[in-house]
């Protein structure tokens, strides 16, 4: 089976934990960036139904690194065992965190950092080989994964908050290089989806397996928000035929209109981003945006969204080679120049933009930018196993949810590689989600 090869770090247990250590304090300075900009009473108050309180999450990333790396790792006594129920994302919906028992913004920082000395110790002892938590460092990337995907979460809240700006960031550069195809055709035949082989791939990643898909065609970029405003001005969200019957349900009982933070004002289209309300840029991939909104617009436009294989095959492999990538553009571990990542931006960067970053068959922005929907609902691959614990991936298996694939602007470089898997139910619009879509190919041209 044509696969990835190992991360060469993997074989050498310094760079292991070199590389450990560098993905655990970036994820810390970015968890302390987004926890110092703002207030105590920001960080205790709930800015929306729909997240955890600033805090609950502070809190939350210290007791997931205290339960694996020090105690099931390191086999250090429990520090606080008293606290590991309140921040149980399992027992406690986010709509009820803010009744809970919280650490206040002082005792949860000084918690976090006390963890954080004693893991870093436990790292410097670590054999990091001989049981599958410790196997190439794979318990400290899960948990520097864990930390980035909540540090996104918690900028997602930032972007709920309401107020004055707390953060900023540069613009994204304009990388664009001059007209791009419309779509692009990815021939058929066979690929590896998944991955045996990268470290710290999470279970639902796993195991690498052959996927023999017809050809078809998908969009060289994700949709704009100009091109989604034509979807609008067409009456998209007031005829039916072009939504489920759930989404026409859902968008009747919500009153939707647009994009979650856009306005319409005086003609002109705004929204509100982290604080800021600016004129809705055209040349931007599309943001805020359902799994419904997505298909509908995808049905209006006489195309489909990718299923989630379409996706990856588009992303990873290499047409010359046979072999499936780690990245659109190679294996090289993502840089400024590929993709937008890691909250360097505060923003999507135009659409067409990182040529650095395409694929072999020229498809842009497949990484980074924007959490991309796809046609798929969240299943296990063929001789899935759940690790470290079933309540990463399994219990969400063959519920609502649908498949999103390759990251946006708020997602680390840890957390966000072309295996990479992120699911959601249907109806959220406060994620960093776009889309992009498909059609089959016309068989004479296959």
Not at 143 to 159: F, G, K, P, R, Y
Request: hydrophobic share 35%.
């Amino acid at each position: 089976m044509t696969s990835v090869p190992h991360d060469p770090e993997s074989h050498d247990p310094e760079a292991l934990r070199e590389r450990a250590a560098r993905a655990l304090l970036a994820a810390r300075d970015r968890t302390r960036a987004l926890t110092t900009c703002v207030d105590d009473h920001d960080l205790t108050a709930q800015h929306s139904p729909l997240m955890s309180p600033l805090v609950w999450d502070l809190a939350h990333i210290g007791n997931q690194e205290e339960q694996w790396l020090l105690r099931a790792v390191g086999k250090r006594d429990a520090l606080r065992p008293d606290i590991d129920s309140v921040y149980d994302a399992f027992e406690h919906p986010r709509a009820e965190r803010p009744s809970l028992p919280l650490l206040p913004p002082a005792e949860a920082h000084g918690y976090v950092a006390d963890v954080r000395s004693r893991v870093l110790d436990v790292l410097e002892s670590s054999p990091l080989h001989g049981a599958p938590l410790l196997d190439s460092g794979f318990a400290f990337g899960m948990i520097a994964q864990h930390e980035q995907q909540h540090d996104e979460t918690m900028l997602i809240t930032h972007q709920l908050r309401r107020g004055p700006a707390a953060l900023t960031a540069p613009e994204p550069p304009r990388t664009t290089d001059g007209p791009l195809p419309a779509e692009v055709l990815v021939p058929a035949g066979p690929f590896t989806m998944g991955t045996s082989t990268e470290p710290w791939a999470l279970d639902n990643e796993r195991p690498a397996h052959r996927r023999l898909l017809p050809s078809f065609l998908i969009d060289t970029t994700p949709v704009s928000n100009g091109a989604y405003l034509d979807f609008i001005k067409d009456g998209g969200y007031s005829e039916p035929r072009w939504w489920t019957a759930e989404g026409w349900d859902h968008i009747r009982e919500h009153r939707l209109h647009a994009p979650l933070f856009w306005r319409q004002e005086g003609g002109q289209w705004l929204r509100r981003r982290f604080g800021v309300t600016e004129p809705v840029p055209p040349d931007e991939p599309v943001l805020h945006v359902s799994w419904y909104e997505a298909d509908a617009y995808a049905r209006w436009a006489g195309r489909r969204l990718p299923t989630e294989e379409e996706w990856e095959k588009a992303a990873r492999h290499d047409p010359v080679s046979g072999r499936s990538r780690r990245y659109p553009w190679g294996d090289e571990t993502p840089g400024p120049t590929h993709a937008n990542l890691g909250q360097r931006h505060l923003r999507p960067a135009p659409v067409g933009s990182y040529p650095d970053g395409e694929s072999p068959l020229g498809i842009r922005q497949l990484i980074g930018d924007v959490w991309e929907w796809t046609a798929s609902d969240f299943l296990p691959y063929p001789g899935f196993a759940a690790f470290p614990y079933r309540e990463y991936s399994e219990v969400f298996f063959g519920g609502p949810y649908k498949v999103l694939r390759g990251g946006s602007f708020a997602v680390d470089p840890v957390a966000c590689r072309g295996t990479f898997r992120n699911w959601d139910l249907p109806v959220r619009r406060q994620i960093f989600a776009g889309f992009r879509t498909a059609r089959d190919a016309d068989p004479e041209g296959a």
